[in-house]
């Protein structure tokens, strides 16, 4: 089974709706990550999380909102979905801060905003 | 704005062949580490190759090299003996402790020809 999991894996949403897009880990790692994948841009980073309670922003925060429900769930919402937020977005994990912890991926969610 | 410059788009390299992907960086900072990042058509992130900026030593995984120059800010993944295996897109990116994020560059698809 996969370390971190992502879901919905696709979805397709209109202009407007709210959308939650959910990532849960089995590793056992305090950090959490979100980011976003754009053709030619690499991925940038949306929010990122040390702890339950400690929740931050990244470089391009505007228009998402996170919540750290547990320690193994990070969840990405959009409240109100607009087509230039259609990219793919990664969940990733860390055991500590700092590079030499290495970040582990989920698979990806594409979304699509018409 | 971007910080990792990944300056080609697209490779191609011959099987068994060796090809170079370049990256440059720009940070005033000391304390960082560099990254090259695989993802394959299934979307899922792998760390190909990781670089202390403190250390003068290229790092060697197997097949994978890297060309560090530091005054440069230069940072180059070597692929030696080219697999089918290997086609991919491939992100470099730095991590500085201070900022507690991976900045990613845009990408370079690499295309393996049999």
């Known amino acids: 089974d996969a370390d971190v999991t992502q879901t919905p894996r696709n979805r397709i949403t209109k202009t407007g709706k709210r959308i939650m897009l959910e990532c849960s880990q089995t590793?056992?790692?305090?950090?959490m990550y979100w980011y976003r994948q754009d053709p030619g841009l690499g991925l940038r980073l949306i929010y990122y999380s040390f702890d339950v309670k400690d929740i931050n922003k990244g470089e391009i925060s505007d228009g998402y909102s996170v919540s750290r429900q547990a320690q193994a769930k990070f969840s990405l919402s959009l409240e109100s979905a607009i087509p230039n937020q259609t990219a793919l977005y990664f969940c990733a994990t860390s055991l500590g801060g700092g590079a030499s912890y290495e970040q582990y991926f989920g698979p990806g969610t594409r979304l699509t905003v018409t | 704005a971007q910080t990792v410059t990944q300056s080609q788009p697209e490779m191609s390299v011959q099987e068994a062949e060796t090809v170079t992907l370049s990256c440059t960086y720009d940070t005033s900072e000391s304390d960082y580490y560099l990254f090259w990042y695989k993802q394959p058509p299934s979307r899922q992130m792998i760390l190909v190759i990781r670089?202390?900026?403190?250390?003068?030593q290229n790092a060697t995984e197997n097949r994978f090299s890297v060309n560090f120059q530091k005054a440069a800010k230069s940072f180059s993944l070597k692929i030696s003996d080219s697999q089918l295996g290997d086609a991919a897109m491939y992100f470099c990116?730095?991590?500085?402790?201070?900022?507690?994020?991976?900045?990613f560059g845009g990408g370079t698809r690499l295309m393996v020809k049999p």
């Open positions: 990116a730095y991590y500085i402790n201070a900022g507690n994020m991976l900045t």
């Open positions: 590793k056992g790692h305090d950090r």
């Open positions: 670089q202390e900026a403190y250390k003068q």
